[in-house]
């Protein structure tokens, strides 16, 4: 099993960018997918969910209406567009899978496969 994340850098308040996690080793379709981000001293957070169809999404407050979580099932990739970047943003960015028949969960400790993790950093 491998989560792959890229996309990751160093870019000043107000910008963006776009993480994209390739998938593999497992069933990608059957799992909903979740970007997490951990800042220094701070726990693991949840900042985007979306289900096997993309046909439901779910943001942390603090990154509603600037972030954008999609998938492409026939590529077995998930992304996050980052957009009006800010400070706060900045930390080691996620991706983690669980089974669909499990449910939704915001708590890192109940998903199965993670990434290695893509560093974003956010300074002028």
């Known amino acids: 099993v491998q989560l792959v994340e890229s996309g990751g850098g160093l870019v000043q308040p107000g910008g963006s960018l776009r993480l994209s996690c390739a998938a593999s080793?497992?069933?990608?379709?059957?799992?909903?997918m979740s970007w997490f981000r951990q800042a220094p001293g701070k726990e693991r957070e949840l900042v985007a969910f979306i289900d096997t169809v993309a046909g439901s999404t779910n943001y942390a407050d603090s990154v509603k209406g600037r972030f954008t979580i999609s998938r492409e099932n026939a590529k077995n990739t998930v992304y996050l567009q980052m957009n009006s970047l800010k400070p706060e943003d900045t930390g080691v960015y996620y991706c983690a899978a669980r089974p669909a028949y499990r449910g939704a969960s915001t708590y890192f400790t109940e998903y199965d496969y993670w990434g290695q993790g893509t560093q974003v950093t956010v300074s002028s």
């Open positions: 080793g497992f069933t990608y379709s059957s799992y909903n």
